[in-house]
């Protein structure tokens, strides 16, 4: 199998790289004007295969995406006017694998990615960036079993932890007279320097349907 394929996309979310006191991302979103925000366009390739047989099935695919038109707001960073905004572009390219196996009351797949994901600013930085959503190795596997009226599943996640822009130092000063104090200022090491820990995960669920009779 192949496709490939162009899209445009007219209300974008802005791309922010700053810090940010409370912890939480600020989901901002604008419309397209032509000047400060032009119009996402994303190009996508994509090629596979897919083969079953007795049960068995095997999904493999590689795909290389690029983007254009990546708004960013991110003044700490930026070498222009705080309230200036910057245009970059984005790619991501990867290979995604599949292998799953019926057989009964039996169900079992596998299921791992490799992908790469980067941001391109001028304003920041002269060469490519991991994007925040980076995560180099996916693994997941997964295991069902359903008899009568009973369902028992089990999950593995193993996933590469996604990148972040370190702090090298806080300054903390006091804001009123009882204690509480506020962070200051912070000096933010490179953009999306480090990565997290790898993320494990094991999950373990069991379903009982209740019968039921009709009147």
Same mark, same amino acid.
């Given at each position: 199998?192949?496709?490939?394929? &162009?899209?445009? @996309?007219? &209300?974008? @979310?802005?791309i922010?790289?700053d810090?940010?006191?409370?912890?939480v991302?600020n989901q901002?979103w604008?419309?397209v004007?032509?000047?400060d925000f032009?119009?996402? !366009?994303s190009?996508k390739?994509a090629?596979g295969?897919d083969?079953?047989?007795? =049960?068995w099935l095997?999904?493999?695919e590689?795909?290389?995406?690029?983007?254009?038109?990546?708004?960013? *707001?991110?003044?700490?960073?930026?070498?222009?006017?705080?309230?200036e905004?910057?245009q970059g572009?984005?790619?991501?390219?990867?290979?995604d694998?599949l292998l !799953?196996?019926?057989r009964g009351d039996?169900? %079992?797949? &596998?299921?791992?990615s490799? %992908?790469?994901s980067?941001?391109f600013?001028?304003a920041?930085r002269?060469?490519w960036?991991?994007a925040?959503n980076?995560q180099r190795? !996916? *693994?997941?596997?997964v295991?069902?079993? @359903?008899?009568d009226? &009973?369902a028992?599943?089990?999950?593995?996640?193993?996933?590469?932890g996604?990148?972040?822009t370190? #702090?090298?130092?806080v #300054?903390?000063?006091?804001?009123?007279?009882?204690g509480?104090e506020?962070i200051?200022?912070?000096e933010l =090491?490179e953009i999306?320097?480090k990565v997290?820990p790898t993320?494990? !995960?094991l999950d373990?669920?069991?379903?009982?349907? *209740?019968?039921? @009779?009709?009147?």
């Open positions: 199998k192949a496709n490939a394929g &162009i899209n445009h @996309q007219f &209300i974008n @979310q802005l922010e790289f810090f940010n006191g409370l912890g991302d901002i604008a419309l004007d032509g000047d032009p119009p996402l !366009r190009l390739l090629a295969l083969f079953g047989r007795n =049960g095997l999904e493999l590689g795909y290389y995406r690029k983007l254009e038109g990546i708004t960013s *707001f991110t003044p700490v960073f930026a070498t222009i006017e705080p309230d905004y910057s572009q984005g790619r991501s390219f990867g290979l694998f !799953r196996k019926r039996h169900h %079992s797949w &596998i299921s791992y490799l %992908s790469s980067g941001y600013f001028e920041y002269d060469e960036l991991p925040s980076d190795h !996916r *693994f997941s596997w295991y069902l079993w @359903q008899k009226n &009973i028992l599943s089990l999950g593995l996640t193993i996933q590469t996604k990148p972040f370190p #702090i090298e130092s #300054i903390i000063e006091d804001i009123d007279d009882e509480l506020a200051a200022y912070a =090491g999306n320097a997290l993320y494990h !995960r373990f669920s069991g379903l009982y349907t *209740f019968p039921t @009779q009709r009147p």
